[in-house]
């Protein structure tokens, strides 16, 4: 987590990060205008592709999307309407609401009118209740027209039974290539954006324990002038040196460490969550389609759709391309799904019981080692179906015993790391905090008004996520339900839900705005990805239809069309807001680090000093900590005491300031 009591300094010299229009962006309404209209477009795709019963039903039903998406942004509507457009009016988005419940009731289905009403009061009541929230209110309504969407999908279109027999097709080459171009396009992230640098302080102790590891330690060394070498979330405990945070995400950069490319860990691990989002779309869209071979089309495509949506979301792509831990999260998240779906088939090759048994408790534990809390709440429908699955008898004592043996392994290791570190059993990093770092409390209370934008993203996760959303996902995942692979949906749904309302009350997480998204509900993004793909690619399903002359499938592609160009838009307005405020972020905190590299300097000491650099002296402290003489060493000076220690035990080193740029001046 960030420093929680730590505020921005001044940032005249890194351009928009200076911009009073966060979270996350440079341009707040124009973002959520953005997205906003991306989903509208995307879910009168829908609409075009599955009309209501009648086309006076499915014309009322557009316009009520267009209007609550529109609400916030379009004041000149509302005067259109005789209405006030007030921020607190709140006149257009029940006009929207009562639309569609005549929509629904025309429509021929008393189910989704009843639903729509009781929705359109739930609603009524939340808007009067929340306060300084207005994007989000309307991203609440649009949210709820993808429930009645996939509603609508999944009652008036179940799926033939001849499409619920599994497709016996091998995905190899796909998943290759998902895997490569997603860790490309990290990489290029990585180098563009980040310059290969860190300041935050979860990046800067994940690193430092990271190296640690790849010496096989579990613990640094306690170096000489300690209070130099500072790091916020790297505590000093009886004699260890250690980071905060859990052994999992920084286990598996520890080798990327030893080789020198520590840079590389987050774009491989970003590879492998888009291999699990790219498995899960093809389980959740089968059975979809109206004979086995569209339904085997329709989980081809879902292949393609899910990773590609995931990763193209700004945020998730900026996470992926950094070295916090929660792309490990996912990953972790999105594995277990998936291995705990294999091993729970019937007929299962005693080979492949024991790979996916090993693999769902490695991806159980180390989820929780990753992040406990994370791992925890989205461990919850997992473990609801995998005792379901026991007591069915449904699971291979070789696929248990797999995943015993995954899980015993992994979380065993991380306990003993952790006994080694601490001197006790079962403790972590965060049982100390508080008597290092009084502010590093855990803090649970229920959300002000301005604050459901980080709570509940609705809009920051919609153009922060973006392609992925979730008006699009919770449409998915409720068709998907029509499928063969309800137990997936039931999974990513109630452990998402489990994550959700975990952070709901987390006071941590409201108002960080780093420029890389809602990290901590960034594990959302998997069931929302699977769902967005469950949904679209029977859309898609049209072009690649065989035997269907060219002509006549352009003239059924519109709805994919549509669809495509509502994700190609809202991608190309919201990354420019994102990508280049993350990119000047990282460069005005990194200036004196990449300072230093750039110089070239040996057998140097650079002093970091509070308030004449750009970021908080303990982030960029930043030192090997089992290399006790390296080239450079970056130490902050806090009195004179600091520098009689570091010239007594660092002698013959040429010394240098740091300063708010890139330029050393000598000491």
Known sequence: MPRPTATPQSCSGCGRRAA??????????QAAAVAGQSIAATLTALLWYRPLRTRGATILFGVAIWLAILAPSAPTIARFFHLDPSPRDLSMLQISATLAIAAMVLGGSRLLGVLAALGQWGLYVVAHAVRDSNYELSFAYVFFYGVLIGVQALTTEPPARAARTPV???????????????????????NLVFGRVVFNGDEVANSFQADVYGHLRAYAPMPPCPSMFENYWVFRHNGHAFSQYTPGWPMFMAAFQRLGVIWLAGPVMGGLLAIAIARLSRRVSAGLGRNPEESARIVAIAGWLGPILAIAGPSLLLNSASRFSHTMVCACFAWAVESLCVVSDRSLAPGRAWRYGVLLGASAALGV????????????????????????RRITWRAFAGTALGFVFFGGLTAIILRLQLGAWLQTGYSISSSIHPEAV????WPEPHQYKYSVPLATGSYCWWPVAPALGVAGLLRALGGRERRAVFMLSVSGLGLLAFYFFVEFGRGGDDALGPRYLLPLVVPMAVGSAAILAPLFEVLLRAGTPWLTRLRTAGPAILAGAAAVYGVARVAPGMYPLAHAEYMYATAPLRGARRAGLKKAIVIIERGHVPADEWNLAQNPPMNPNPDILFLSRHNEADEICARQNFPGRTWYRAGMNETLTRW
């Open 20 to 29: 009073t229009t966060l979270p996350y962006t440079d341009d707040f309404p």
């Open 168 to 190: 016996a097709r091998s995905f190899g080459r796909q998943d290759g290539i998902i895997f490569l171009v997603t860790m490309a396009l990290a990489l290029v992230v990585t």
């Open 369 to 392: 080692a990753t992040r406990p809390a994370d791992g925890g709440t989205l461990g919850i429908g997992i473990f609801l179906y995998l005792l379901w699955v026991l007591f069915r």
């Open 442 to 445: 855990l803090r649970l209370s």
